[in-house]
T-cell receptor
Framework: DAGVTQSPTHLIKTRGQHVTLRCSPISGHKSVSWYQQVLGQGPQFIFQ???????GRGNFPDRFSARQFPNYSSELNVNALLLGDSALYLC????????????FGAGTRLSVL | LAKTTQPISMDSYEGQEVNITCSHN???????ITWYQQFPSQGPRFIIQGYKTKVTNEVASLFIPADRKSSTLSLPRVSLSDTAVYYCLVGDSPSGGSYIPTFGRGTSLIVHP
């Protein structure tokens, strides 16, 4: 079975631009969570979506938004990119909305110049 | 928010047992403790999860004292491939019921030949 897949793997943007990152969860998993991981730090929670509804939100500005589609895939959108948005963006899926084991993708490396 | 504290780094040698302790003084009653392993440029990978006492699987053991204010991940007979960052994750439920998974800063384990 395929694991969590994320696209693209790498991305370079300039300040002020917009970016969309995509995630496909493991088949049968209905929950998708997004994390930002800055070099040298642990992953920081951004959003959790379950059954297409936002179930949790971390301490990120409104420039960050996400959605989940009927097939449970998800997109993370970041507007007005700042240099500080450069990071590894991780997507994780789990079967339910509860505190389950999370299965992470390899991430999207975003560089903002 | 529940915070976790781990040693920043640890060194060991092949064949030794490694114990990594995580402090989580404000753990909530219904929170589980989950440990993840992360290699460079990869997403975290689930190792083990527990609620109390001791849990063991094919790769690790997790010891949780009665007060649950800390937990210890035990890796038996480590090899070079165990060199990675290890994260302790405790669920966090601020008022309003939203689940905020909070990773610690992680422990960088280096296994020497």
């Amino acid at each position: 079975d395929a694991g969590v897949t994320q696209s693209p793997t790498h991305l370079i943007k300039t300040r002020g631009q917009h970016v969309t990152l995509r995630c496909s969860p493991i088949s049968g998993h209905k929950s998708v969570s997004w994390y930002q991981q800055v070099l040298g730090q642990g992953p920081q929670f951004i959003f959790q979506y379950y059954e297409k509804e936002e179930r949790g939100r971390g301490n990120f500005p409104d420039r960050f938004s996400a959605r989940q589609f009927p097939n449970y895939s998800s997109e993370l959108n970041v507007n007005a990119l700042l240099l500080g948005d450069s990071a590894l963006y991780l997507c994780a899926s789990s079967p339910t909305a509860n505190f389950d084991i999370q299965y992470f993708g390899a991430g999207t490396r975003l560089s903002v110049l | 928010l529940a915070k976790t504290t781990q040693p920043i780094s640890m060194d060991s040698y092949e064949g030794q047992e490694v114990n990594i302790t995580c402090s989580h003084n404000n753990i909530a009653t219904n929170d589980y403790i989950t440990w993840y392993q992360q290699f460079p440029s990869q997403g975290p990978r689930f190792i083990i999860q527990g609620y109390k006492t001791k849990v063991t699987n094919e790769v690790a053991s997790l010891f949780i004292p009665a007060d649950r204010k800390s937990s210890t991940l035990s890796l038996p007979r480590v090899s070079l491939s165990d060199t990675a960052v290890y994260y302790c994750l405790v669920g966090d439920s601020p008022s309003g019921g939203s689940y905020i998974p909070t990773f610690g800063r992680g422990t960088s384990l280096i296994v020497h030949p």
